[in-house]
């Protein structure tokens, strides 16, 4: 079976600090990860992919195998970035499994 | 390109009535998901429909089931509804049902069982 766990319900940061949001997997085989974003009002959306190993908004994801986690980070957070991110796994199943996701807040 | 659009947006029904949701993925995409949200358990899934057949299942009872058409549109249905059945219920769609796709998600469809 494969599970996804984001153990903060709630991350809450000041305008430059930097923002480390967790994300632990469980499955067996080598997972798909991935990073969606929620702002207010808006639509769930695909923030970053691992396979990409890209920079989006200033984020960025390390897939670690050893400690199965795909924590998402990026060093100076900008009041833009309060919204829920939720972290992603698909296996060999397909069957995507999405975290309980954090709540990203940045305060001025 | 038009995103996902699903309808109705809002919806209240009361117990044991059934409910049918609608989803009309992204032009081109074969793939459509079905997802449960809730502030409790946060994004579950509930189906994939690809090419009309469902590819995946989630851990859901029977009482939820879905369709997909020939041009690609899905329907999702609840019977006999309980009040655990409030959600806001997300439809997604992908190009194919592969694991590294990206999702496009619909904003949803809010149900309140009363």
């Known amino acids: 079976a494969q599970r996804v766990t984001q153990p903060e319900k709630l991350l809450s940061v000041f305008k430059g600090a930097p923002v480390e949001l967790k994300c632990n997997y469980s499955?067996?085989?080598?997972?798909?990860l991935f990073w969606y974003v929620q702002y207010s009002r808006q639509r769930l959306q695909l923030l970053l992919r691992?396979?990409s190993r890209e920079s989006i908004k200033g984020f960025t994801a390390d897939l670690n195998k050893g400690e199965t986690s795909f924590h998402l980070k990026k060093p100076f957070a900008q009041e833009e970035d309060s919204a829920m991110y939720y972290c992603?796994?698909?296996?060999?199943?397909?069957?995507?499994?999405f975290g309980r996701g954090t709540s990203l807040i940045v305060h001025p | 390109k038009a995103g996902v659009t699903q309808t109705p947006r809002y919806l209240i029904k009361t117990r044991g009535q059934q409910v049918t949701l609608s989803c009309s993925p992204i032009?081109?995409?074969?793939?459509v998901s079905w997802y449960q949200q809730t502030p409790g358990q946060g994004l579950q899934f509930l189906f994939e429909?690809?090419?009309?057949?469902?590819?995946n299942k989630g851990n859901f009872p029977g009482r939820f089931s879905g369709r997909q058409f020939s041009n690609s549109r899905s329907e999702m249905n609840v019977s006999t509804l309980e009040l655990g059945d409030s959600a806001l219920y997300l439809c997604?769609?992908?190009?194919?049902?592969?694991?590294?796709?990206?999702?496009?998600f619909g904003p949803g469809t809010r149900l309140t069982v009363l």
């Open positions: 997604a769609s992908r190009q194919d049902w592969t694991s590294y796709n990206e999702q496009f």
């Open positions: 499955y067996s085989g080598s997972p798909e």
């Open positions: 691992h396979i």
């Open positions: 992603a796994l698909s296996g060999g199943s397909y069957i995507p499994t």
């Open positions: 032009s081109g995409h074969r793939s």
């Open positions: 429909y690809f090419s009309e057949t469902q590819r």
